[in-house]
């Protein structure tokens, strides 16, 4: 079985009030294991990102303005999640911001129901977790999954975090670190031997996008910024 979990960030919460797309953040899982794929692309959505909206991702219209527009990216998009079911919190918001995204890049592309089965964790948890806060920041906390690291919504760190929820929601599966780089206690040693672990470090471009982020993050809180408080005093 193929899910690709699935995030969107908007300039506002109305689709009908002409709000659009500006990042979009997807992690494909095969047969309940993380495959390593993803697809996450920021958008151009050729308006003013509303003020609420930004206090809560930290994604400005200069950052906006060299991006694409998504029926620029629409058709990779659409290949990526074609065949699949997709893992969506809340999922009547993001699907209709992306059929309202498709209708405007060409009316021929159809709408997402088209493409993919859908799958809504936030019913789900409503089902399992009844009369409970079922945001995905009170399931992280309610499955003991890492998400400290979650100062400002971002779309691919989401969906991995929504990806780490759904397994365990559903499976029982534990924290599997998608979206953390924190370090954890030792564990005993395995009776089998591992493969070393092969560190790839961040290339130009990465480092680039990761301080951007940084500085959106620092432009959203008034210049604080919990990650550049904690490296500089390591330093």
Known sequence: MRQVVLDTETTGLEVGQGHRIIEIGCVELCERRPSGRTFH???NPGRRV???ALAVHGID????????RFAEIAREFLEFIAGAELVIHNAAFDVAFLDMELALADAALGRIEQHA?????LTLAREKYPGQKNSLDALCKRLNIDHRHRQLHGALLDAQLLAEVYLAMTGGQGDLGLAAA???APRAAATV???P???RRADAAEVALHEAHLA?????????????QITSSGE
């Open 41 to 43: 692309q920021y958008l």
């Open 50 to 52: 509303d003020e609420g």
């Open 61 to 68: 219209n200069e950052f906006l303005a060299d991006k694409p």
């Open 117 to 121: 089965r859908v799958l809504d964790t």
């Open 182 to 184: 924190v370090p954890t």
């Open 193 to 195: 031997p591992r493969a």
């Open 197 to 199: 672990r092969k560190v």
């Open 216 to 228: 959106r993050i620092e432009r959203a809180r008034n210049g604080a910024c919990l990650w550049r």
